[in-house]
């Protein structure tokens, strides 16, 4: 199972459907293949499907559904996959800031996997080596030659094998991509909370599609919220139940001393700074665990349609 090469399939359709997606392609002049996916151009509902699902490469389904009638909006972004471990914290987490003298903006997707370099890939046991690696990176910046190169190198591949996807956070596709986290965010509580995540078998999450912001800080703060106080994830896993019942209450996003404020208002309170944060503050708000071995099933966390009206400028 090679990630990057799954992600290429999709972003070569990204590449061949341009026009239809109302995206725009290019080639930087080290060589690497960039899809601008809401900088100079507007994209689109199926335009960020895909770039989610390039995202956790290729191991998930994207899909529009109805919004729960509880939140304020009409859509809601659903996730399912067999691989969770696998699409989500290999491939879909943003575990790798790229900060260059030119160039910032924040890496996902599976040339995390080709590189290697977070902590996370001792702890899940999986990476792998690729000859074309693919990116997505979330900024409102389009890549830079000495970014392109940076990564390249990271993933041991040369910057003319090497495919970078982009959005920003205040468009339709980066808000899209950025929602459809909502099962990469249990999966990492759980993690850090010291879950096995090998026990995991497979998982759904649900969030709804917030309105797009104005500018990338407003768009932070309605994509995360539509996460910590709308999302709810269901997993499937084996093991124990004492182990579930253990940490079930501290999955949630309201275990964290944060919860409560729209998330715009809590980054403000600690200087914009991620790293401020309560980290056990990013999870769904709610989550269910079904265990396969012994039939129980559990729900953790409650809904605040309060706040993401709050937050969706409806209050």
Not at 169 to 182: E, F, K, N, P, Y
Request: glycine share 10%; proline share 5%; net charge negative.
């Amino acid at each position: 199972m090679n990630l990057n090469e799954r992600a290429k399939y999709i972003t070569d359709a990204l590449i061949d459907l341009a026009d239809d997606l109302k995206i725009g392609t290019s080639v930087s002049h080290v060589g690497t293949s960039l899809i601008d996916l809401g900088i100079s151009v507007t994209g689109g509902l199926e335009a960020g499907r895909l770039l989610a699902e390039a995202c956790l490469a290729g191991l998930a389904h994207v899909s529009y559904v109805p919004s729960p009638e509880l939140f304020p909006t009409t859509t809601a972004i659903q996730i399912e996959t067999d691989h969770p471990v696998q699409a989500c914290m290999a491939s879909q987490y943003a575990g790798w800031q790229l900060a260059t003298e030119d160039y910032f903006g924040m890496g996902s997707g599976p040339m995390r996997a080709a590189a290697g370099k977070e902590k996370l890939f001792t702890d899940i046991g999986f990476t792998e080596r690729t000859t074309h690696a693919v990116g997505i990176i979330e900024s409102g910046k389009t890549p830079s030659e000495s970014v392109c190169k940076l990564i390249a190198d990271a993933c041991g591949v040369t910057p003319n094998n090497l495919t970078l996807a982009y959005a920003p956070t205040a468009s339709l596709a980066g808000t899209v991509q950025v929602v459809a986290r909502s099962l990469e965010t249990a999966l990492h509580k759980m993690h850090e909370l010291g879950f096995d995540l090998a026990r995991v078998e497979s998982g759904t999450g649900l969030a709804p599609l917030p309105p797009v912001a104005s500018d990338d800080l407003a768009g932070i703060g309605r994509t995360n919220d539509a996460i910590l106080y709308g999302g709810e994830v269901s997993i499937w896993v084996t093991g124990d139940d004492e182990s579930i019942n253990a940490i079930g209450n501290k999955i949630p996003s309201r275990a964290s001393n944060d919860y409560g404020k729209p998330f715009i208002e809590i980054f403000r309170e600690y200087d914009h700074d991620f790293y401020k944060i309560d980290p056990n503050l990013f999870s769904p708000a709610v989550i269910n665990i079904v265990n396969l071995e012994t039939g129980s099933y559990f729900r953790f966390g409650n809904f605040n349609p309060r706040i993401l009206e709050q937050s969706f400028g409806l209050s």
